[in-house]
């Protein structure tokens, strides 16, 4: 099992949490992005950097996956794909996307998007709090305890 980072858009406190989780547990993780990225010494954390362009970093981590993987995005059409792949999704905020809401989400995400090439201000999400850092951390811990991690 590894853990791949949808890490262009990813908060800097949330990828310090996975990188804590990645030596404590051992477990391998990856982050994936456009841009070059710094991570701590590690033998279980490396970075993946592709290029520009839409999605580029998300196909990478739909195409090199495996079922049971985790997948950390706030990114709902990559979250789709993990699930169909037989992985999980885990946003930056601590809300698991499964089976039961993704395609809820989905349809919502679309809606949005319609607006928005509309001209109607939807407003972007709000700034990720420290309630939102310790829901993430919480399901993660609980998710690595479920794994024999």
């Not at 051992?26 to 701590?40: E, Q, S, Y």
């Amino acid at each position: 099992m590894q853990i791949w980072v949808d890490a262009d858009a990813c908060p800097k406190a949330i990828k310090e949490i996975l990188f804590r989780a990645a030596e404590r547990v051992g477990v391998p993780l990856v982050l994936v992005a456009n841009k070059l990225l710094r991570t701590p010494p590690s033998r279980y954390v490396r970075a993946i950097q592709v290029g520009n362009g839409l999605d580029v970093a998300d196909q990478r981590i739909v195409a090199d996956m495996e079922p049971g993987d985790l997948v950390i995005t706030a990114d709902i059409p990559l979250a789709a794909a993990a699930i169909r792949q037989g992985g999980h999704a885990l946003n930056p905020r601590g809300e698991w996307y499964c089976r039961e809401n993704i395609e809820e989400r989905l349809t919502m995400r679309n809606f949005m998007e319609q607006l928005r090439e509309t001209g109607v201000q939807t407003g972007g999400p709000d700034n990720l709090s420290q309630k939102d850092r310790q829901a993430f951390a919480n399901r993660l811990d609980q998710f690595l305890a479920r794994q024999g991690r």
